[in-house]
Nanobody
Framework: QVQLVESGGGSVQAGGSLRVSCATSGGYMYRWYSLGWFRQAPGKEREGVAVIDSDGITSYADSVKGRFTISKDNAKNTLYLQMNSLKPEDSAMYYC?????????????????WGQGTQVTVSS
C-alpha cells in the first residue's frame, strides 16, 4: 500500500518562504520512482510544479524556476519543496505525486500515486 502524506503548508505573506514535505510508506519509491509536486488553485487545472527523477535530475515549471527547489532525502523517505519569494499566484493546494517511471520530467510526469494535498496561501 503506497501512501504519500504531505505536511508543512500554511499561510505566508508575499515574498516569504515555506517548505512542504512529503513522507512515503515505500522507501523503494525514493530510489526508483520519479517524484514531484503539483498544485491546483480554485477554478484552475492541476499543474506540475517540480519533478525529481530517480537519478536526482530536477525540472521545474517556468513560473517557479529560480524560486522553488525540489529535493529528496532517501534516508528519511521524504520529498521536499522549498518555496522562496512566494507570490499570491502561488496560492493553491499542493500535492505530492509519484511516477513509476524513474526518468520523468516536468512535461512528462504521469503520476501513479497522489497524496491528499496541503494548502499554501500567499497574501499580498
Amino acid at each position: 500500500q503506497v501512501q504519500l502524506v504531505e505536511s508543512g503548508g500554511g499561510s505566508v505573506q508575499a515574498g516569504g518562504s515555506l517548505r512542504v514535505s512529503c513522507a512515503t510508506s515505500g522507501g523503494y519509491m525514493y530510489r526508483w520512482y520519479s517524484l514531484g509536486w503539483f498544485r491546483q488553485a480554485p477554478g484552475k487545472e492541476r499543474e506540475g510544479v517540480a519533478v525529481i527523477d530517480s537519478d536526482g535530475i530536477t525540472s521545474y515549471a517556468d513560473s517557479v524556476k529560480g524560486r522553488f527547489t525540489i529535493s529528496k532525502d532517501n534516508a528519511k523517505n521524504t520529498l521536499y519543496l522549498q518555496m522562496n519569494s512566494l507570490k499570491p499566484e502561488d496560492s493553491a493546494m499542493y500535492y505530492c505525486a509519484a511516477d513509476q517511471r524513474g526518468w520523468a520530467r516536468i512535461a512528462t510526469m504521469t503520476p501513479d500515486y497522489w497524496g491528499q494535498g496541503t494548502q499554501v496561501t500567499v497574501s499580498s
